[in-house]
Each structure stands twice: as C-alpha cells, then as structure tokens.
C-alpha cells in the first residue's frame, strides 16, 4: 500500500531530523534539521487524513468522535501544558545549579584511588 510506504518514510524522516536536532552544532545545522522534521511531519499529518478517509464509515465515526478535527485538541493540550509551566514558574523557588561537576568524586579521593 502506497501510503504505508509514505507514512514509514515521514517517520524516518522525521526520527532522523529529530536525531539530527539533538546532536546539531550550529544553528545553521539545526535549522537545516528542523526543516526536514516539518517536512516529515507534515507528510505524516497529511497522510494520517488518508488514512482516516480510507476506514470503514462505522471506525471513522468512533475516531472523528473521539479526536475531532484534531486541530483543536492539539491546541488545548498545549495551552494546558503552558498554563502548568507558567504556574510552576510563579511558584517554584529558582535553585542555584553547580558552576562545576565533580570528576574525582570525594569517596575515591580519600580512599587515595583516584
């Protein structure tokens, strides 16, 4: 099936360019990344519509009935997320992180292994 093979090349796509995110070393590498993870999820979103319009009337009902356009769901879910996150960030105390990370780490230094 066609979009089968379309919707395991966006997800490759879209793995790799996250992998590739992940390890940029430059902004110019990570813009390059991040176009590939929109192309590769924008052929997923597209063929998730294919995917739907080719269900059986009864599964698509239960799915339309359960997600929605989709749309709307995504952008709830985010403002959720961003109302916990602006919440957390008025009431959580900032917590100084160390300047340094102990290598040599103080049980091997007294024991004189290190």
């Given at each position: ?44 979103q597209v063929l998730v519509q294919v995917v739907i ?41 900032p917590t100084k992180l160390r300047d340094s990370i ?13």
């Amino acid at each position: 099936m066609v979009s089968s093979t379309c919707r395991q090349i966006a997800i490759v796509a879209f793995v790799i360019a996250s992998l590739g995110c992940g390890f940029a070393q430059n902004t110019g590498q990570l813009i390059a990344w991040r176009v590939l993870q929109g192309i590769g999820m924008g052929a997923l979103q597209v063929l998730v519509q294919v995917v739907i319009a080719a269900m059986s009337p009864a599964v698509r009902e239960v799915v339309s009935a359960a997600y929605g356009d989709g749309t709307a769901h995504i952008f709830l879910i985010s403002a959720a997320v961003a109302a916990f996150g602006l919440m957390a960030a008025l009431h959580l105390t900032p917590t100084k992180l160390r300047d340094s990370i102990d290598l040599a780490p103080r049980a091997l230094v007294e024991s004189g292994r290190h």
